[in-house]
Each structure stands twice: as structure tokens, then as C-alpha cells.
């Protein structure tokens, strides 16, 4: 009598990962390649967002862009007074008086804008090459509307 040999089990399915943690991976990806690219162009990753914000928020404070940029305003008053330093925003006393300076992209700045724009150009066309664009707008609202639910106040 031969003995019998049984199959081993299947392997239970893993789990599918977790939104947040892909999310958070494509991040980590996307922001290694913005920062090496960027680089190029002299400009770290918060002066490029705090440039593309000034481009269609003109006039903020820095202390809001600190918010959107999720940087302390310490931390973006310096990377402020670097860009202005360089000529690509000036600063301007805020229509209703008080401390509070409004910056705004100079032409040099949107120059420099547009050359890394550029690169996030190359960047985008890698990681969507896959995507169809029907997907890439389903993705593009649905980023926006998970964005928007965990911090209502800021749109």
C-alpha cells in the first residue's frame, strides 16, 4: 500500500494593503524623485510648493504657507527670505496694515517654476504611463475628496 500524499494547503490570501499605506509609499516614491529633480533646478521640494501656491494664491503669508506646505512657519519664514534673497518672490506689506508681509511670485520665480514643473511633468508621465485617463481622473477626485475629509478647513 503506497501512502498518500496530500496536498499541502493553500496559502491563505494576503490581505489587500491597506489605502493610507499606499498612499503613503507613492508618496515616499514620488517625493524621492521631486527631490532629486528639483535639485537640478536649484529648489528643495518646499520652495517648489511653496512657489506653485504662490502661482495660484498670490499674496499669502507666509505663516499660510507654512500651513499648506505642512511646515512650521519658523521653518518657512526661512525658506520665504531664501526665495526672496534669490529674486524669485518678493514681499509686500499686506493691504490692511499690520506685520503681516503678502509674497508673491517676481517673474524669475515663475521662470524657475516653470522649469520644474517640467520635471514633474516627467515624473507624472512615469508613474501614470499605466493609467488610463478616465482612471487618472477617478483618481484625481477621489485623492481630492479623502484630502478634503481629513481637513475640511484648508479647501
Given at each position: ?148 475629509a481629513l481637513r475640511p478647513d484648508a479647501y
Open positions: 500500500m503506497t501512502a498518500r500524499r496530500s496536498r499541502p494547503a493553500a496559502p491563505p490570501s494576503a490581505p489587500a494593503a491597506r489605502l493610507s499605506y499606499l498612499v503613503f509609499r507613492l508618496e515616499r516614491r514620488i517625493r524621492a524623485r521631486l527631490d532629486d529633480a528639483l535639485a537640478r533646478h536649484g529648489v528643495t521640494t518646499t520652495e517648489y510648493m511653496a512657489l506653485s501656491e504662490l502661482r495660484t494664491r498670490d499674496g499669502v503669508s507666509s505663516a499660510e504657507l507654512a500651513r499648506i506646505a505642512f511646515v512650521t512657519p519658523q521653518a518657512m519664514n526661512l525658506v520665504i527670505r531664501d526665495l526672496e534673497r534669490r529674486g524669485l518672490i518678493r514681499r509686500d506689506p499686506h493691504p490692511d496694515g499690520g506685520r503681516t508681509l503678502c509674497a508673491r511670485l517676481t517673474p524669475e520665480g515663475a521662470s524657475v517654476l516653470r522649469r520644474c514643473d517640467s520635471s514633474l511633468d516627467d515624473i507624472e508621465a512615469v508613474m501614470l504611463a499605466k493609467v488610463d485617463d478616465a482612471t487618472r481622473e477617478t483618481l484625481r477626485e477621489g485623492l481630492t475628496v479623502c484630502a478634503r
